[in-house]
């Protein structure tokens, strides 16, 4: 896929770069080429291929165990607060 000079200043515009006249061949011919090779990928045929959740069979992702690891503090925390109720912060509405 071959990029058009319009183009590249219309991506230059929208990612907010500032291109100087003599960059834009350089980008038109570096972006085509990336194109190109993301069209070649998707002329693979991948109809036999199943879906994988990791890259490696037989591998899971190591978790930490969902284990507690501090006390509740928020009786500590709501006593130095202005006001509370049912264990919530109240503060001044600031929303009409």
């Not at 194109?35 to 890259?55: E, I, K, S, Y």
């Amino acid at each position: 896929m071959s990029l058009t000079r319009a183009q590249i200043e219309s991506i230059a515009t929208l990612a907010r770069l500032e291109l100087e006249p003599a960059e834009i061949p350089v980008y038109q011919e570096s972006l085509s080429r990336i194109l190109d090779w993301v069209g070649q990928l998707d002329r693979a045929d991948t109809g036999g291929v199943a879906p994988m959740a990791h890259p490696m069979p037989g591998l899971t992702q190591r978790l930490r165990p969902d284990a507690v690891t501090e006390e509740d503090r928020h009786e500590l925390y709501q006593a130095t607060a202005p006001q509370v109720a049912a264990g919530l912060y109240l503060v001044p509405r600031v929303i009409e």
